[in-house]
Structures are given as C-alpha cells and as structure tokens.
C-alpha cells in the first residue's frame, strides 16, 4: 500500500468539487494508495514519473516515488483546464 499526498493545489482542486463528481474523484485518489497504475493509467511525456487517470471529463494528475512508496496527487482539473500553467 503506498501512502497518499495531496499538493496543495491538488486539495484546492478537490474541495472546490461537490456532490457526485467529489466522490467519484475521491475514490479514484484513494484507489491508488492499492494500485498506483491501474488500467488506463498513462504516463505523461516529459514529466518524470508524473501519470494521469480520467474521471469522467476530469483529470487527475500525480507522481509515484517508487522508491519511497509514495503517490502524490499534483492537480485535478477538468481536461481542458488540466494542464495549462503545469
């Protein structure tokens, strides 16, 4: 199990969320504390370690330090808006 971090932008991004859209985006974050890559994970070119998974038109963004066995969550943001500014 790899312990979980959120960024500071990351937590912003999720407690704008609400309702439906919160907890689909939360289990998905907690998901990867069992499964770092799961299915349709992709790794994002020129970002070191950095990976994303969909959910829904969202986008959520985070490293893996295998060697430490930590994931840490950079941003989640719509998919037009995800990766402006990264």
């Known amino acids: 199990m790899y312990p979980l971090r959120l960024d500071g932008r990351a937590q912003k991004d999720l407690d704008r969320l609400r309702g439906d859209l919160w907890r689909r985006i939360r289990d998905a974050i907690l998901g990867l504390q069992d499964t770092p890559r799961p299915h349709g ?29 930590v994931v840490t969550v950079r941003r989640l943001k719509h998919r037009s808006e995800v990766y402006k500014g990264s």
């Open 41 to 69: 994970s992709v790794k994002l070119q020129g970002a070191g370690e950095a990976y994303r998974i969909r959910v829904g038109d969202y986008r959520v963004v985070y490293e893996v330090a295998d060697a430490k066995r």
